[in-house]
């Protein structure tokens, strides 16, 4: 990450699971750079990796298409991904400039996009930085509540009941979770039920406050 941090721009930053648990025990197996244009994508993979062969690093690629560039990056018995891809330039904030990323994308929309993750797809992982967001990022009701306006065609309820439906894994699946120390999934489960309980707590009053507001008698 050092290495590359030069690259990196407010048009071509660290995003992903990543810099969402930079000070967590998980951590994850790839390295997420995106970018706001597609012509943005190929230029930067090429020059990144040879910037790496040069740090003694050895790249293997394993995808190289318009939107996505992929290489296993190795050095001695350690490895890990990363990936070249095109992001949507819609965001709530600016990307924030970090002495480890280069640039990164900010936490809240870190955030979103991992909330809007875990309801559209059946990873555990998810459920771990769902967590990790709602007690040091943001709590999961007013994310929500900021996602659905990014994804129209979402509810605040219906995003909360996506998460739910996806919050079922075998023990097998948390045993299989990267990370520095042991993740206990009845913590952390019990935990997730807790901060989706304080979001749909959030969301009903918001709603209630919202319709207040537009009542003929506040017009």
């Given at each position: 990450l050092r290495a590359l941090a030069s690259h990196r721009d407010p048009e071509s930053y660290v995003a992903g699971a990543t810099p969402l648990n930079r000070r967590t025990p998980r951590y994850s197996d790839d390295i997420d750079v995106f970018h706001d244009r597609e012509e943005r994508v190929a230029k930067a993979a090429?020059?990144?990796?040879?910037?790496?062969?040069?740090?003694?690093?050895?790249?293997?690629?394993?995808r190289q298409l318009p939107l996505i560039y992929t290489a296993e990056v190795r050095l001695g018995n350690d490895s890990t991904r990363l990936e070249w891809v095109v992001d949507s330039?819609?965001?709530?904030?600016?990307?924030?400039?970090?002495?480890?990323?280069?640039?990164?994308?900010h936490p809240i929309d870190l955030a979103m996009n991992k909330s809007m993750a875990a309801a559209g797809r059946h990873e555990v992982r998810d459920l771990v930085d769902l967590v990790t967001i709602h007690e040091i990022i943001l709590p999961l009701g007013a994310l929500i509540w900021a996602v659905v306006e990014k994804s129209p065609g979402f509810t605040p309820e219906g995003l909360i009941a996506e998460i739910r439906r996806n919050?079922?894994?075998p023990a097998a699946d948390w045993r299989a979770?990267?990370?520095?120390?042991?993740?206990?999934?009845?913590?952390?489960?019990?935990?997730?039920?807790?901060?989706?309980?304080?979001?749909?707590?959030?969301?009903?009053?918001?709603?209630?406050?919202?319709?207040?507001?537009?009542?003929?008698?506040?017009?």
């Open positions: 090429l020059e990144d990796v040879e910037s790496l062969e040069r740090a003694g690093y050895d790249i293997k690629w394993l330039d819609y965001r709530f904030f600016p990307t924030v400039k970090d002495e480890v990323f280069g640039y990164v994308l919050a079922h894994y979770l990267l990370a520095s120390e042991p993740i206990d999934p009845i913590d952390v489960t019990a935990r997730l039920r807790k901060a989706l309980d304080e979001a749909e707590s959030f969301v009903t009053r918001s709603e209630e406050h919202t319709s207040e507001l537009q009542s003929p008698c506040n017009l």
